[in-house]
């Protein structure tokens, strides 16, 4: 088995196919990370919900997607800020995607949070991803 140089991308990839292929759920392995993002995604209405369960030793994520009719609300994602390449933002400089349609999650001092989060408490960090 080989290691996965970029988890959180792998996370966002797998969102991305599931809903893309029509699933109603899929399972990534855990990590807090993971689990925080998820939480976003729930909170801003992007998923139906989450759980974390335990398989053996290891612990595994489980998300179910959101569908209206037979169309998922996820449209699209973009890891923005990658292992061979940080993007920083300001907390003055966090874009808004597609003119407040969509989120950026951003992973900040004070954990990792929604875009209208960050504006709202002031402060900037690493720009993770784009979901619309």
């Known amino acids: 088995m080989s290691q996965i140089s970029d988890p959180v991308g792998d996370f966002l990839t797998r969102v991305r196919n599931s809903t893309r292929a029509g ?7 855990h990590s807090k990370m993971k689990e925080e993002i998820a939480k976003i995604l729930k909170e801003e209405g992007f998923i139906e919900g989450f ?3 335990e398989e053996g030793v290891k612990r595994v994520l489980s998300v179910t ?6 169309r998922s609300v996820v449209t699209d994602l973009k890891r923005v800020s990658r ?5 920083y933002v300001g907390a003055d400089e966090i874009p808004k995607v597609l003119g407040g349609i969509g989120v950026a999650i951003v992973s900040t001092s004070s954990g990792v949070m929604s875009s209208r989060e960050a504006r ?3 402060v900037g960090g690493e720009l993770l991803a784009f979901v619309w």
């Open 23 to 29: 699933s109603s759920c899929f399972s990534a392995p």
């Open 51 to 53: 759980s974390v369960r």
């Open 65 to 70: 997607n959101k569908f209206v009719g037979r």
């Open 83 to 87: 292992p061979g390449l940080r993007r």
């Open 120 to 122: 709202r408490r002031n």
